[in-house]
């Protein structure tokens, strides 16, 4: 007996903090690419920006090239020239790209730290930001009016033929870029052991070349491609980056620096293989512009992100602003507020003498380089520059978990947690008072805090049946304490 199956509904594609992203071959498709492509050209066509071109690039997962050529066939159909990288890239090297160029937009095909299984779509503003909310509701319009109809398509190799197809690759002219805000050449000259993890993504490679001919001493490992990541997530926290973590306890490195599988995140750990978890990063990050750099403008923080940035900016004089979780809403107020940088609890950094957009390798070279002055100072190993830094910043105790909810269930625990609980908020967590409520201005949680200053966060997945809880607190017990409070408050417990 055989079934007549129901024709397939076109798939709603909504851009979540970090474009759209989905499962390879199930929602994930060539269609589906293509109907994002044309999104993406139906916006620059109706601005009249189409000579202006777009910006293509991949990552390192499974047919990333192949999805990046069907981009490009969509937006060469509507006569706008592309640029496509030679092989992948990091994100970031787009966002460059379109900078360099005067594009009218970036497209990367890439799910960034997601698992190996998913693949997605970002795309870049003029500026070389993450798309902001106007730019992506006016892609977002486009795709949900091209859903089920043809999609326009001109083959790649004719398009080359006619000259509208430009390979790129950007390394030479990232490094002179590079070079305009930081000293490649004093970190190259520097005595000292750097073990790098790029997870086997995109960012191979790069830190290796970037600091080569010099005294430094850098060791690469998993830099081969494996569209599998060997089978961990290609996020540089842990347990993905353990096997890093050991081979730098074991001896022989001064630092170890950590990216991410498009290489836009960053990450760190001692020299004894202790993780320097990414809302410690952040700290370190602006500790080093303000007292290496002495740069004393704004800088932006997501809301699940440290408070000891405010800390630091009550101490060295700096404006922070605290804007909603992803880079579209940090990128677009760095450029607003002409901040010097812009950090997510997700390990993204942006700069602004640098790209309004996150970059994990100028991000892990600024590491490097603020421990090596602050070697120079007499404040070493790492551990120990840390532990300094925490005496002008404060405590920084940070935990994350994700609470995963079946599905038909999921409506009901967002009702509990963003409705039911704003009517009859808690008034204490682990035992201490709480002092201060703020509901997110997206709508999706809520974050308490405690009189020293820790807090518990909240927030509701728009895409996927979980809930995230964060926590930030004075002590690792503490730390504990609210985690379990989080996950109990989520189960209705």
């Known amino acids: 007996m055989t079934y007549q199956a129901e024709a397939p509904t076109p798939t709603v594609i909504k851009f979540g903090t970090d474009g759209w992203r989905a499962r390879t071959a199930d929602e994930y498709t060539f269609e589906n690419v293509r109907r994002c492509a044309d999104g993406v050209a139906r916006y620059v066509a109706g601005r009249g920006e189409q000579a202006k071109g777009v910006v293509i690039a991949h990552d390192r997962r499974f047919a990333s090239e192949h999805f990046a050529q069907a981009a490009a066939e969509v937006l060469l159909a509507y006569d706008i020239p592309v640029a496509f990288s030679r092989g992948a890239v990091p994100t970031q090297m787009s966002s460059y790209e379109v900078v360099q160029r005067g594009a009218a937009a970036g497209v990367v095909i890439t799910a960034s730290h997601n698992p190996w299984t998913d693949n997605g779509f970002k795309v870049k503003a003029p500026t070389g930001a993450a798309g902001g909310a106007e730019m992506l509701a006016g892609i977002e319009a486009g795709i949900a009016a091209n859903a089920g109809t043809g999609i326009p398509r001109r083959p790649f190799a004719d398009a080359e033929a006619a000259g509208l197809v430009e390979w790129y690759d950007p390394y030479p002219g990232y490094e002179q870029y590079v070079r305009r805000t930081l000293d490649l050449d004093y970190l190259r000259a520097a005595d000292a052991s750097v073990l790098v993890e790029p997870l086997y993504g995109a960012g ?290």
């Open 204 to 493: 191979s490679g790069w830190i290796p070349r970037l600091l080569a001919g010099g005294r430094i001493r850098v060791t690469e490992i998993h830099g081969e491609r494996n569209p599998y990541f060997g089978g961990v997530n290609p996020e540089p926290i842990r347990p993905h980056v353990d096997e890093a973590l050991a081979r730098i306890a074991g001896g022989g490195f001064d630092i170890g620096l950590l990216l991410d599988g498009d290489a836009d995140r960053a990450g760190a750990a001692d020299e004894r293989g202790v993780f320097l978890h990414q809302l410690e990063v952040t700290g370190l990050l602006m500790y080093y512009l303000a007292e290496h750099r002495q740069m004393r403008d704004p800088v932006v923080v997501s809301v699940n992100n440290t408070s000891t940035a405010f800390t630091l900016g009550k101490h060295f004089g700096i404006d922070v602003h605290e804007v909603p979780v992803g880079f579209k809403f940090i990128g677009p107020r760095m450029i607003e507020t002409g901040a010097m940088m812009g950090a997510e609890e997700s390990g993204g950094f942006g700069f602004g003498m640098h790209l309004p957009e996150r970059d994990g390798i100028y991000a892990d070279l600024l590491l490097l380089d603020l421990f090596l002055r602050e070697r120079e100072r007499g404040n070493s190993p790492v551990s120990r520059a840390v532990e300094l830094f925490h005496e002008v910043a404060g405590p920084s105790c940070y935990r994350r978990i994700d609470v995963h909810v079946e599905r038909a269930l999921y409506d009901g625990v967002k009702q509990r947690l963003l409705v039911d609980l704003a009517a009859t908020p808690p008034t204490s967590l682990a035992g201490e008072p709480i002092v201060r409520t703020q509901a997110l201005n997206t709508r999706d949680g809520f974050k308490w805090f405690l009189a020293d200053g820790s807090w518990l966060l909240v927030r509701a997945s728009g895409t996927e049946p979980l809930v995230r809880v964060y926590t930030e607190a004075s002590t690792p017990a503490l730390r504990d304490e609210l985690v379990v409070t989080g996950e109990r408050i989520v189960r209705g417990g």
